[in-house]
């Protein structure tokens, strides 16, 4: 099962941290990442993290501005997003599988998403 938790209401240039706390599983086997998907569009793919910490990979939109991490003796994955703009509204979906998580279907559990709102 996995939790997502850290959404609210910012302002453009805001900071969010979002926590995914996993249970119920071997968390350190699986890859990690995060999802969002804004109203009236399809869920996209915002960053990925392998096992071993090393090798994030991030989504176009969120490099030089998100951060993902992981740690593994708490079953916990992060996102840090900072200068937030409009355009990250939307809610955000952690998610676990045996690959990259670049692109859905590579998705194997999904947690329920934290609303994140972005005001200008």
């Known amino acids: 099962q996995l939790q997502a938790s850290g959404g609210g209401l910012v302002q453009a240039g805001d900071s969010l941290r979002l926590s995914c706390a996993a249970s119920?599983?071997?968390?350190?086997?699986?890859?990690m990442g995060w999802f969002r998907q804004a109203p009236g569009k399809e869920r996209e793919f915002v960053a990925t993290?392998?096992?071993?910490?090393?090798?994030?990979y991030y989504a176009d939109s969120a490099k030089g501005r998100f951060t993902i991490a992981r740690d593994n003796a708490k079953s916990t994955v992060y996102l840090q997003m900072n200068s937030l703009k409009p355009e990250d509204t939307g809610v955000y979906y952690c998610?676990?599988?045996?690959?990259?998580?670049?692109?859905?279907?590579?998705?194997?559990?999904w947690g329920k998403g934290t609303l994140v709102t972005v005001s200008s």
């Open positions: 993290i392998s096992l071993s910490y090393d090798s994030p």
């Open positions: 998610a676990a599988g045996f690959n990259a998580l670049t692109t859905i279907d590579r998705v194997d559990y």
């Open positions: 119920g599983r071997t968390f350190s086997s699986y890859y």
